[in-house]
């Protein structure tokens, strides 16, 4: 029970040091809608209805509870399609990376078969060179062999001017 007087006296000081500094508008909101009063009779009602004082206590918290839960969920549920929709949103630049890394790994197919016809033509160019006896034939597929070549030696050059870059 001292306890409880203690509690009292704690908020009646606390109210009157509130009501210092709001007197104006506590004390309109108070007057206007009687709550001393009408905490007093809610008090005095609870205290002869202890039963249903409870069951409404607990009917109320459970609104609350099941309200709050609601919106957590709603809110947890917006959350989620913001994220997915900002996933979403970086999945293009993903794609065009996976593009460029397609056309990478063609390029160096491309360029390795490129430097197999190159060996193959040397070879080719070799043996040719290599004959004892050349005819009019022979010196024209030199030509073209060595044209090649050199197609085949600017395009890996500029492959690699590329890459330096």
């Given at each position: 029970m001292g306890t409880y007087k203690n509690l009292k006296n704690t908020v009646n000081s606390l109210t009157c040091y509130i009501s210092q500094y709001s007197k104006s508008f506590g004390d309109s909101i108070g007057n206007r809608f009687r709550m001393r009063g009408r905490i007093?009779?809610?008090?005095?009602?609870?205290?002869?209805?202890?039963?249903?004082?409870?069951i409404y206590?607990?009917?109320?918290?459970?609104?609350?509870?099941?309200i709050n839960e609601t919106i957590y969920f709603l809110?947890?549920?917006?959350?989620?399609?913001?994220?997915?929709?900002?996933?979403?949103?970086?999945?293009?630049?993903?794609?065009?990376?996976?593009?460029?890394?397609?056309?990478r790994e063609g390029l160096k197919i491309q360029f390795s078969?490129?430097?197999?016809?190159?060996?193959?033509?040397?070879?080719?160019l070799d043996s040719l060179y290599n004959k004892p006896v050349k005819t009019a034939s022979d010196s024209l597929e030199i030509y073209h062999v060595m044209k090649k070549i050199e197609t085949i030696s600017n395009i890996?050059?500029?492959?690699?001017?590329?890459e330096t870059d």
């Open positions: 007093r009779l809610a008090n005095r009602w609870a205290r002869h209805h202890p039963k249903r004082f409870f206590f607990l009917v109320i918290m459970a609104s609350l509870i099941t809110m947890k549920k917006n959350r989620e399609e913001k994220t997915s929709s900002a996933i979403l949103a970086v999945r293009p630049m993903f794609d065009g990376r996976h593009c460029i890394d397609a056309n078969q490129l430097i197999d016809e190159g060996n193959h033509l040397l070879f080719r890996l050059d500029n492959e690699t001017e590329f």
